[in-house]
Structure formats: C-alpha cells, structure tokens
C-alpha cells in the first residue's frame, strides 16, 4: 500500500469497474490520481471545513435521534445511522439539503451500488443494466447541480476567493480555472463522475461503524457505563459556560476514551475487510513471488485480528489503545482507512460523525438490543438491522 502506484494499482471485480466508469478516483493512477485525491483530502481535513460540518452532523444526528422518542419499538440502527449519514454525505459531497432531492438521488443511488457486486452480464433485465441505468439518471442529476454552481461562478466572475468553496464539487469545479485559464480545469464529466464514485466508499462505511459501535457497546456494559460518563461529564462541563450547546470538532476529539471506542470499533468491525491490487511487474515480498498481472487481495481483517498484533482480538477493548498509543504502528497494524497515497480522505470526517453520533446516542438514551449477528461478505452488514428498544435518559 505504501507503493507509489508503479507496483500495484486497484483491480476491482468486472461489475464495478462496469458501473464506476474509467475516470473514477477508485480506479485512476499516477498524475491525475494524486492531482484529485489531494484536492479532496485537502478539503476535507481542512480546519474550516470541519469548524463548518460539525454544526451540519449535529443537526442531522440531533433530529433523526429526537425521532426516536416517538418511534414504535424497535429502532432498526442500521438503517436510522443510514439516513443520519446520507444527509451528511450529500452535504459534503454538493451541499443538497434534506428535502425531495435528496430523497429521489439516495433512492437512485441505492439502486445504482445494488450492482457493485454481481454477475456482470449487460442485458436488459440484468441487474448490472438496471444499475448502468440508475447510474445514468444520477448522472444527470448531478450534472445539474453542477450546471447551477458553474453558471454562479461565471455569473459573478468568480476567482478562487470571492465565493467560498463550499462541497466537494466546488473544489473539483475551481480546480485549474482560476484566472480564466480553462485549460487545466477538469472536464465536467469528470467532476459529476467522480462526484457520484465518492458517494461509493461514503455511503455505507459510516452507518455501519455508527451501528457496530452500538452492537460493540450493547455487549459490552461497562465499556458503554464509561463512555457515556465521559461524555454526560463532557455535556454538564460544555452547558456551565454555553447552554446552546454548540461544540467544536476539536470538542469531541478531546473526548480519549470515546476515540478509543471508535478506533476499537473500527479494528473490529473490519468495515473494508480487504483492497484488491494488480502487480504492475514481478514482486518478491517475504521470499514470495507475485508474479506481474496477478491480483492481490490485502486482507486487513487478518491484520486487525491478529494476536501478534492485538492480545486477545477477537474481545472488544477500548482501554488496549491507552496501552497500544505509542507503540503501535499505525501505518501496517491499524488500517481500517487503507494507507499510502489511497488512503481514505474521509478518515477524519467519519470519526468525527462516529464522535457526534455517539455523544448524542450515549447522553439521550439507554437502550437494550435484540439479539443480531454480524455478516461479514460480501459487505458487513447486520443479519436483522440491529433492533434496539430506547428509553430517554432526562437530564
Ligand atoms: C468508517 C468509514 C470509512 C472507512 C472504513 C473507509 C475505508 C476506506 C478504505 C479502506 C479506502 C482505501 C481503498 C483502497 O485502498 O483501494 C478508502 C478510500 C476512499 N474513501 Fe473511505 N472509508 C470510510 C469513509 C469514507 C467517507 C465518509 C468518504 C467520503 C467523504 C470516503 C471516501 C473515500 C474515497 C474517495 C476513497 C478513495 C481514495 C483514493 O483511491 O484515492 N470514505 N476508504
């Protein structure tokens, strides 16, 4: 993973490579791999970036979680974290708003992913045409979008500081066009394409993190008793100065006992439980030989579940990360977000989602679960959708 695109490059299964088009971030190399991922990541992990999605999470979370209280029992946390995560996603990804829009794109786009993994076959009534065809309605949806925030660009003759960049598609949009040199910009297509690809490794991770996380807690009592301590601490210290509530993103990373859930849960769940690579030439690794064309399959459920690397793994151990801090590293034993130059931009985004959720989850209710098993292939997923039955905690 640490490899700079010339000795291994992503090989996806033929149904997604189908579906994802050639000029994906997923699948791109070289110059222009690096040209968009660093403009994403770059955004993404941007202080004022943060500063302005915290206050988007906290409404999200706060009005799907106050819901909960009128709700008929049980509460399917699968797919409430969903609808959390999708409005914070599309927020990011083209700044849409809750509403009709954002409706019909995630019932295209659930339609579009059914066929990530399936028999690649092209023929009306397969199900990888009946996705090429979401894929084409989302296209056009989100051509529109980007027509709308291109004609305000040129309608106010924007340079790179007089409208603020807002979303992901604003900085693939300034990208190479400011002072009027169009050359180097990226092509529309480009821009709605890859728009629609991010959707891909952003709509599922999270939710799931968010219900393993409450699966983890739920059979784990006393892990749940000291979160939510520190987080009901953290609530009465935050209302002695400020009652309106509002927290910064720097709030809930100073919270170390809720990081170490999440990076426990993230070790655990094994949310991406592997990336596929091709060998560009012959590789020796550890006296083997890959040989060039072959595929490789980089397993990080073997490395997060290993004992070499994790006493006990297979326990749920938040405290181990107060011992593991210094000596692990992160690089080739934690690698829930992948590593080298594809490692995930939206690493830092999805904890600080995981950190909100959980502190409005943790400091509203109790809950109790049913009993759920987790699915490991061919995505993680939740055998029922966790059902929970929640109790209000007043305060
Ligand atoms: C718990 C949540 C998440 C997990 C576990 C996760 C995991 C990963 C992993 C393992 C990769 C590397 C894939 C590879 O090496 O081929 C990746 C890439 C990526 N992720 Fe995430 N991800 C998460 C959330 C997100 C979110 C919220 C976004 C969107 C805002 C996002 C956007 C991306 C993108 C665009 C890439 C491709 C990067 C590239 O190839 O340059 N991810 N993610």
Redesign the pocket.
């Known amino acids: 993973?640490q490899n700079h695109g010339n000795t291994f490059i992503?090989a996806y299964p033929k149904s997604i490579t189908e579906l994802m088009g050639k000029y994906s971030?997923?699948q791109i190399n070289g110059s222009l791999?690096k040209r968009?991922?660093g403009l994403?990541a770059g955004f993404?992990k941007s202080p004022q970036f943060k500063a302005r999605i915290t206050a988007d999470i906290e409404n999200s979370v706060k009005l799907n979680l106050s819901l909960w209280r009128d709700m008929q029992s049980p509460i399917y946390v699968q797919d409430e974290t969903q609808k959390i995560t999708f409005e914070v996603?599309v927020k990011?990804?083209m700044s849409i708003d809750p509403g009709e829009d954002l409706n019909l794109l995630k019932r295209e786009f659930e339609e579009f992913i059914k066929g990530l993994i399936c028999i690649p076959i092209k023929l009306p009534g397969t199900r990888l045409y009946k996705s090429l065809k979401a894929r084409e309605r989302l296209l056009k949806m989100v051509g529109k979008i980007l027509e709308v925030k291109k004609m305000a660009m040129e309608n106010t003759n924007c340079t790179q500081n007089t409208i603020p960049v807002k979303d992901?598609m604003d900085v693939l949009l300034r990208e190479g066009g400011e002072q009027n040199n169009e050359t180097h910009a990226l092509p529309l297509d480009f821009i709605t394409g890859n728009i629609i690809e991010?959707m891909i490794?952003?709509e599922e991770?999270?939710p799931?993190?968010m219900t393993l996380a409450v699966k983890f807690l739920s059979d784990s009592p006393v892990a749940l008793d000291k979160l939510r301590e520190e987080n009901m601490e953290f609530k009465r210290q935050k209302n002695k100065f400020d009652s309106s509530e509002n927290y910064a993103w720097t709030d809930y990373m100073s919270l170390p006992f809720t990081q170490n859930v999440i990076s426990e849960t993230?070790r655990m769940a094994n949310?991406?439980n592997a990336?596929?690579r091709k060998a560009q030439r012959d590789v020796e690794i550890k006296g083997y030989l890959i040989p060039k064309g072959w595929c490789v399959l980089a397993s990080?459920t073997s490395v997060h579940m290993d004992e070499e690397n994790y006493k006990s793994p297979y326990q749920f151990d938040p405290w181990r990360w107060e011992k593991l801090e210094a000596a692990v590293n992160y690089n080739t034993r934690f690698?829930?977000?992948?590593?080298g130059?594809?490692?995930?931009?939206?690493?830092e985004?999805?904890r600080l989602?995981?950190s909100v959720f959980l502190h409005h989850l943790v400091t509203n209710y109790r809950w109790v679960a049913e009993k759920d098993g987790i699915v490991h292939f061919p995505t993680v997923k939740m055998k029922r959708k966790l059902p929970i039955t929640v109790t209000s905690i007043s305060t």
């Open positions: 993973m992503p971030i997923l791999h968009v991922h994403i993404l996603l990011v990804l992901a991010m490794p952003g991770t999270v799931m993190a993230l949310i991406i990336v596929w990080f690698t829930p977000f992948g590593g130059q594809r490692l995930c931009p939206g690493l985004l999805s989602e995981l």
